[in-house]
């Protein structure tokens, strides 16, 4: 046997290790160059490892959830046949169909004389239910007996009530003058009955205790999202900072732009807007779009908006980045916005598009909430949070009450890096951007 082992390759710049996300080949399945063998997670990508030669699968090294190095040694391939044509998978497998003995080929009657004989067990199956009348009849009355007094119950039995929280005088009792067994007992909890009442109260549906617990490890990119956070938190000083802004202006100019919008152009939701907000104030508050290293002291500001978009996922919280946000109107952004969100969520993204961020927003969509206090996404020093939308009466000015569409906006901010004074002034920058719209198309 000529036998080929596959280390794990370099499967990103600066990567070192990555996670077992899950193994798409087992021993003794066939495999041919290129063919996706593995799915590994670096940082918040997840990468297909590609096979690179042709053979049978003997060994595979690692569950998902295992870190390993890169040069690992991770997939153990026999080459003999690596010679024979590399097509179809499935052309290999039929070659040594066609080479077996007749000896060989006898055993293939043995399934089917096991497929005449699987009707048998069906009695069983219908014996089954026979032992089990016994609890399963009883609900037909296991409505209360009527009370003529004190249930008629051993001590013994009344304990087990009481710890099990059953009302006795709910439990048909099978013993002499009615009285409640151990048995009667054990049937009623079986066939789900009736808890007793608890502090005074007389009524009530049945909600029977739930004593389910599920262990399950955590892999993948939930474990990556729970390094970050902790981390984040151990590291950063979060200063929260929240503001509620008046956008009863805005929301009709958006109604009327969706209104008037192109076909080829995409629907504006309350994103662009404070996307296109948060650029034109930055250039006031350089440190919050930013990159601080703590252990080397060093803060590296931009010029350039890399604008994170917090998105939920089926596979969990990724953000990707709106690269160059200044260069691009609330259209560009809208557009841009949803190609990643649909890449994100079809696990699609590419590494680049889910990362190199400089500054994140954060926002629940239609869940809402009026105030949240998000996790900055470390390296960086400032996140946003969108809260719900809401019509509420304000004082207009003269003293008349109006309605009014407000939202909060949640911010945290690296306390090393940003003070209080500069946080507060870039959102109420933001704020006065977004109450008087058309100053976003200003230059």
Not at 226 to 250: F, G, S
Request: charged fraction near 25%; include cysteine.
């Amino acid at each position: 046997m000529s036998e080929y082992r596959y280390k794990l390759p370099d499967v990103g710049e600066g990567v070192v290790e990555a996670e077992i996300v899950e193994w798409r080949v087992k021993a003794g399945d066939t495999v041919v160059e290129d063919q996706p063998v593995l799915d590994v997670m670096t940082d918040k990508a997840t990468v297909e490892v590609p096979c690179a030669v042709n053979g049978v699968v003997t060994k595979t090294v690692g569950e998902p959830g295992d870190v390993i190095a890169v040069g690992t040694e991770i997939l153990f391939i026999d080459t003999s046949g690596a010679d024979a044509p590399s097509g179809d998978p499935d052309e290999k497998e039929a070659e040594p169909k066609a080479e077996e003995s007749p000896a060989e080929a006898a055993p293939a009657e043995a399934p089917k004389e096991e497929a005449k004989e699987e009707p048998k067990p069906e009695p069983k199956a219908e014996e089954k239910p026979a032992p089990g009348p016994t609890p399963a009849a009883r609900p037909v009355a296991l409505a209360p007996v009527p009370s003529g007094g004190k249930p008629l119950a051993s001590p013994a039995v009344r304990q087990r009530a009481r710890e099990n929280d059953v009302d006795l005088s709910a439990v048909p009792g099978s013993g002499p003058a009615g009285r409640v067994t151990h048995q009667d007992l054990d049937d009623f909890i079986a066939s789900g009955g009736r808890l007793a009442a608890r502090a005074g109260s007389t009524s009530g549906p049945f909600r029977a205790p739930k004593t389910g617990v599920e262990e399950k490890k955590i892999i993948g990119l939930r474990r990556k999202i729970a390094e970050n956070m902790q981390k984040a938190k151990r590291d950063i000083p979060h200063i929260a900072y929240v503001e509620e802004i008046d956008v009863t202006a805005l929301e009709d100019l958006r109604a009327h732009l969706n209104a008037t919008k192109r076909d080829d152009q995409p629907k504006l939701t309350f994103i662009p807007f404070l996307a296109a907000a948060l650029v034109k104030a930055l250039p006031e508050t350089p440190q919050a779009n930013a990159h601080y290293d703590g252990e080397a002291g060093v803060l590296k500001t931009y010029e350039g908006v890399h604008l994170g978009i917090a998105a939920a996922t089926p596979n969990g919280l990724m953000v990707p980045v709106i690269r160059h946000a200044e260069a691009l109107d609330v259209w560009e952004i809208a557009a841009e916005l949803g190609r990643l969100a649909k890449a994100a969520r079809d696990g699609k993204a590419t590494k680049d598009e889910l990362s190199g961020s400089t500054i994140t927003i954060t926002s629940l969509g239609a869940i809402g909430g009026l105030v949240t206090t998000p996790v900055i996404n470390q390296p960086e020093t400032a996140i946003i949070g969108v809260n719900k939308m809401m019509e509420v009466p304000r004082f207009d000015g003269g003293g008349r009450v109006v309605p009014k569409k407000v939202m909060n906006l949640s911010s945290s901010f690296d306390h090393r890096i940003v003070d209080g004074y500069d946080a507060a002034l870039l959102i109420q920058r933001v704020k006065g951007y977004l109450e008087n719209p058309a100053t976003l198309f200003m230059y």
